[in-house]
Structure formats: C-alpha cells, structure tokens
C-alpha cells in the first residue's frame, strides 16, 4: 500500500455541485499539505496542517475548505467552483513542518474538472 | 524573499546521454536543497538531497552538489534512459523566523529520453 493514497484519481464536476477529495496517509507523519498543480504554472501550496491544526491558508478562496480530523486524514471540500480551478490536486505529509530537512510524501493526486 | 529558479525546458536527450538540468536559488543563511521527480500520471517523489554546503545528494544515477558560492544545485546523470523521462523539480527548504520549513519549489523542467 502506497505511503499516501488520495481519492478519487480523476473528478469531473459542474460549477454548481459540491464534491469532496480525501487523502490518507500511513507514514505516521504529522504534517499534510494540499497543493494546486496547474499547466505552465509552479506548484502552489495551499493549505497546511500540524498534529490536526491548520498553520497556513496560502489566501486560497473560501470555495475550497479543508478538513483534518486527525494526522492521518485530510480532506478538501469543494463547492461552486470555477472552470480555472481545473488542476491536479496533491495531497503531501511530512514529519512534522519544524522538521525541516525531513521530506515531503506526494500522493498520486486528484484530476480535476470542472464543466 | 527565498526563491527556486530552474533552467526552461522541455529538455529532449538521446538514451545514454549526459544529462544536466540547472537549478540556482535565492535565500538567506543555509537552505536545505532537494530534486523531486514526477512521472507521467504520478505525483512527485523525492530523488535527492542535501542539507548543508558542498554536500552531494545521489541516487538513482543522478548526483547533484550544493554549491553556495555560485548558488546552485544542478542535477547531473551521466547515462539517461527512456524511464527517466519526467518533471524535475528543484526546491529548497529553510528555517527562518516566522516560516516553518515551507518547500519552495522551481517551475520544473520536463525531459524527454528518446530511444
């Protein structure tokens, strides 16, 4: 089993429905990140969380709400999107953010289109 | 501010040549540098770091040196094959007052191995 799974692999939805994306981790990290992959753009970090406590919202839109109910689980929900927040979606954990040196672990992403 | 810039591509080389993708940063103090890789439909996997001046990172064939006299941390791979074709990313990481190690990633560099 992969160190961090993310669900669904690929998501299509309209900019009026509500979907979630959820990621899990078997690292025993404590750190979980969201970022935004676009085309033609740099990765961009979104959110992040320590030991279930968010420590950065990087000015991402309220359309997109995170949720971490412990270390090993986070989520991403989605609501009235718009055709340009279409990307890949990575979910990452760390040991812990004041671990500096220690890596990050990517999930495989989420596709996502929104119609 | 801490930035990663990366030479642009796509980088398309012949199976079994020399490789060499640059990377060049701008921070304060003493930076942790890494190379992330990412294949086609993946997410991305740490391939290397270093964490301290003239330390060499390697793996996997690659190598890649952290020089901070001319700020730099190119990656090197003496042969490629087809299985290396992926984005390359570069970034770097640094404890300083008020961040906690946030990764700070290059654009990424795409190459292509031809047989």
């Known amino acids: 089993e992969t160190g961090v799974t993310q669900t669904p692999r690929h998501l299509v939805m309209g900019m009026t429905n509500k979907k979630s994306l959820k990621c899990e981790q078997h690292?025993?990290?404590?750190?979980m990140y969201w970022y935004k992959q676009s085309a033609k753009k740099p990765l961009e970090l979104m959110f992040v969380?320590?030991?279930?406590?968010?420590?950065e919202n990087n000015s991402v839109p309220s359309r997109f709400s995170p949720e971490c109910p412990n270390s090993s689980h986070l989520f991403l929900h989605l609501h009235t999107l718009q055709p340009e927040d279409s990307a890949l979606y990575l979910c990452?954990?760390?040991?812990?953010?004041?671990?500096?040196?220690?890596?990050?672990?990517f999930g495989n992403g989420t596709r996502l289109t929104v119609t | 501010g801490n930035s990663v810039t990366q030479m642009e591509g796509p980088v398309t080389l012949s199976e079994e040549a020399f490789l060499t993708i640059n990377c060049t940063y701008t921070?304060?103090?003493?930076?942790?540098l890494f190379w992330y890789v990412q294949y086609p439909g993946e997410g991305l996997q740490l391939l290397l770091k270093?964490?301290?001046?003239?330390d060499k990172g390697s793996n996997k064939g690659f190598e890649a040196t952290y020089r901070k006299e001319t700020t730099s941390f190119h990656l090197e791979k003496g042969s490629v094959q087809v299985s290396d074709s992926a984005v390359y990313f570069c970034?770097?990481?640094?404890?300083?007052?008020?961040?906690?190690?946030?990764?700070?990633f290059g654009q990424g560099t795409t190459l292509q191995v031809k047989p």
């Open positions: 690292l025993g990290h404590n750190a």
């Open positions: 921070a304060t103090g003493y930076p942790s």
């Open positions: 969380y320590n030991f279930k406590e968010q420590t």
């Open positions: 270093a964490t301290k001046a003239d």
């Open positions: 970034a770097l990481t640094h404890l300083f007052s008020g961040n906690t190690g946030k990764l700070i």
């Open positions: 990452a954990s760390s040991q812990d953010i004041r671990a500096y040196n220690s890596p990050l672990h």
